[in-house]
Every structure is written in C-alpha cells, then in structure tokens.
C-alpha cells in the first residue's frame, strides 16, 4: 500500500470513528442520558442482586420485540428504511440503531459482510421483531447476536461464519465434525465496521 493510500485509509478510519462518537453523543441527547451508562464498562452496587433480578426476569419477566423495548426504554424508533436513499443518512441512521441497541446491552457483532444498507435491513427485519425479556434497568446482563445467525437462519449450508469469521482451527474442526457438509471458501469480508463496534 503506497504512504498516500494509507494516509487516506488512515484519515477515513479517523473520521469514521470521529462520526460514530458524534453519533453517540446524538443518541445521548435523544434518550436524555449518556451512552455509557448502560454500556459493560458501568458498574453496579450489588452485583448479585442485579444478577439475581435479570434472572429472574428470563424466567417469568413480560416478553415482547426488541422494537417496543427500543421505544419504552430509549423512546427510540428507527427511521423505516424505505424512507433513507442518501448514504450518508442510511450510516447515521444505522449507527443511532446500533448505539440504541448497545444501550439496552443488545450487541451486535459479525457484521463486516453487510453494506450498511443489508445490516439496517437485518436489525429491522429480523432482529427487532425478536421477542425479547424486559430486563431490569441496570441488571448488567448482556445479550449478544451475530449478524451471520440472523441472516443465516441457522442454515449451515451458507456457512457465513465459517466464510468470513471463522478463524482456521474453526474451519478445520467443522471440516472434521462435519465431513458430509461443504465448508464455503474462506474470504474477507468486504467491508469495515466490527472494529467499531459497541461490545462488552
């Protein structure tokens, strides 16, 4: 890669990491309270306690989508898709989602296979009718979802992992699990997102 390649690699991560903080501000100023804290990093009083509450909210806590959840919680609505043509406002719009999400400690992660366009099609989509529990606010339990499981539907013959993610003592373990399936080539995902990820 030439010095003026790299600088200009080098100055789109910057402004890309310069815009999803922003993003997160924005969000912030929409929910009334900062981003972080309701991130991993916070930090609880009584640890057991706020296990204890979150399990008991898996075992007989109401359940409803991820997107009433967004609305009761963070009243966040995401912008309905069919209403973005402009990328630029398809990548804020995804990154408020995403940071909206985080907030609630919903992740997302393998991501990197998706245009920006494919994964807000996929959160509203797929995972937003999700059913989910209605955790306590502050419980600290984390919930966790690979876009490659929700695009894949847990078909193994598309094998989204195992093309893009999987690391190859993966790709070999499965190649030897499971003789009879092929396993897809492995390939970069073509674009850069994960490393920006919110995570825990």
């Known amino acids: 890669m030439s010095d003026e390649n790299k600088k200009s690699a080098e100055e789109a991560a910057i402004e890309k990491a310069l815009r999803v903080a922003e993003l997160q501000a924005e969000l912030a100023s929409l929910t009334g309270e900062p981003i972080h804290r309701h991130l991993a990093e916070d930090s609880c009083d009584d640890p057991l306690a706020s ?16 997107y009433d959840i967004l609305q009761l919680r963070r009243k966040f609505t995401p912008t309905p898709l069919e209403l973005i043509e402009d990328p630029g406002v398809l990548f804020e719009e995804l990154w408020l989602l995403i940071y909206a999400l985080a ?5 997302i992660e393998d991501t990197n296979h998706l245009s920006d366009r494919e994964l807000y099609a996929l959160l509203l989509n797929k995972l937003l009718p999700e059913g989910s529990t209605l955790m306590p606010e502050a419980s600290g339990w984390n919930c ?3 876009a490659c499981d929700l695009s894949d539907a847990g078909d193994q013959d598309l ?42």
């Open 144 to 146: 966790r979802f690979s």
């Open 159 to 200: 094998g989204c992992y195992l093309r893009y993610y999987a690391d190859e003592e993966t790709r070999e373990w499965h190649a030897a699990e499971y003789p009879e399936a092929a396993l897809p080539p492995k390939e970069a995902p073509p674009y850069d997102r994960d490393a920006y990820l919110p995570g825990f």
């Open 51 to 66: 296990w204890q509450a979150g399990l008991e909210a898996i075992e007989s806590g109401p359940m409803m989508p991820l």
């Open 103 to 107: 907030s609630m400690r919903v992740f």
